[in-house]
Each structure stands twice: as C-alpha cells, then as structure tokens.
C-alpha cells in the first residue's frame, strides 16, 4: 500500500492551462505539505496544512491554491500556468506540524509547461 | 549565506571507500538536523536524524557540530546501491519549517 500517493506522476500542458494535482495519505498523519523541486534540485516548502488547517504559506504566486477536504487529502490546483511553473512537485506528510518529525514523500508529479 | 549549504559534488567514489561530507547551517538555533536521501527522479527518504551525541546506523554515521555549524554523513564500505543525492535538511528558525540544501550527488563506482 502506498502512504502518500500523488497523481497524476507526469504532467504536461500549455501555458495558461489550469491544472490541479491531488494528493493523498493513508498514515493517518495530521500534517500534509506541499513542496517544489526545481532543475537546480532544491526542494522548496510552498504549503502545509495541520488537520486541514493552512499554518505554512510560503511566497508562491496566488496562482496556486492548496485545498485540502479533509486531514487526508492535500490538493494543489494552478491556474494560468506559467513556463517557470515546470518543476517536480512533491506532496509529503508528517505525525505533526513541528520540524523534528519525519517527513513521507509522495512519488513526485513531473510538470512541464510548454 | 544560504541557510544550509551543501557541496553539490559529484564526489565519485570507489566502491569499498569510506566517503564523508558536510552540511553547513546559519540558524545557530537550529535544533532538528537530519540527512534525506534521493535517488534520480524519487521522492526523497528519511536516511537518519542527527542528535547532538552523534548518530550511527550500520555503515552510516551522523554527527553534529554546534561550534562550527555544521553537521556530517560518513559513509563507510561504500555499496554501489549507496549511488545517490544526500539532503541535509535543517529546522528554521520557525519550528514548524524546515529547509532543505540542494544535495550532494554521491556515484560509488565499480
């Protein structure tokens, strides 16, 4: 059984698309992430949610809104996409919200603008 | 500065070494230190945390530097299969983040 499943895994679309991947997790963590990796590797948080409340919102564009329905699913909707929204897109969660708590990644989803 | 700083490598390494590197942090805060690992387009995984005495797992030891603001991975009897990016993850100065370096690209080789 998966723990934190992402779909879709690759995804490519033209600039001004919107676009939303959906995130889910069956640990019965309370926190989700959403997190961007870039080409030069770095992992960047953008979002988090503890028990479907937001408490992390990073300086992302208000393109990208995170909606999570409940304290399982963490999902990540892109409006009027942009070619430097081409990135790997890792959803995670963790027991709680405090940073000395492993983090579980979901496999990635590989965007590409173009 | 950035807050954690990693050399990017690649450290290309015999298999059968012993391969070390280090993680620099600027928060002297800091509190949570642990070492991820990612294999080429995985998602990345829990290696080990770092505790203040020092951590050991099999062939893998993690030590943590308060002075100097740094934390190290020691990789002895390198496998092949250890080929991969090493993250040095860091808490920021908010307990509830934390920030990631960009990896050190590890290739064991035959």
């Known amino acids: 059984d998966t723990a934190v499943s992402q779909t879709p895994k690759y995804l490519v679309t033209q600039m001004g698309n919107d676009k939303s991947i959906k995130c889910e997790q069956n640990?019965?963590?309370?926190?989700m992430y959403w997190y961007k990796q870039d080409s030069k590797k770095f992992l960047k948080i953008m979002f988090s949610y503890n028990n479907k409340e937001l408490i992390i919102n990073e300086t992302v564009p208000n393109r990208f809104s995170p909606k999570s329905p409940d304290k399982a699913h963490l999902n990540l909707h892109i409006n009027s996409l942009e070619l430097g929204d081409s990135a790997v897109y890792f959803c995670?969660?963790?027991?709680?919200?405090?940073?000395?708590?492993?983090?579980?990644f979901g496999q990635g989803t590989r965007l590409t603008v173009v | 500065r950035k807050e954690v700083e990693q050399d990017p490598g690649p450290f290309n390494v015999p298999e059968g070494a012993t391969v070390a590197f280090n993680c620099t942090y600027s928060?002297?805060?800091?509190?949570?230190f642990f070492w991820y690992r990612q294999d080429c387009r995985k998602e990345p995984k829990l290696l080990m945390s770092?505790?203040?005495?020092?951590n050991e797992d099999g062939r893998f030891t993690a030590q943590l530097n308060r002075a100097s603001q740094y934390i190290s991975l020691l990789i002895r009897d390198s496998k092949l299969s250890d080929s991969a990016t090493y993250l040095c993850v860091v808490n920021s100065h908010s307990n509830y983040q934390l920030i990631w370096g960009a990896g050190t690209k590890l290739i064991i080789k035959p």
């Open positions: 928060n002297s805060a800091s509190q949570s």
């Open positions: 640990l019965g963590h309370d926190t």
């Open positions: 995670a969660s963790s027991l709680g919200p405090t940073a000395n708590t492993e983090a579980f």
């Open positions: 770092v505790y203040s005495s020092g």
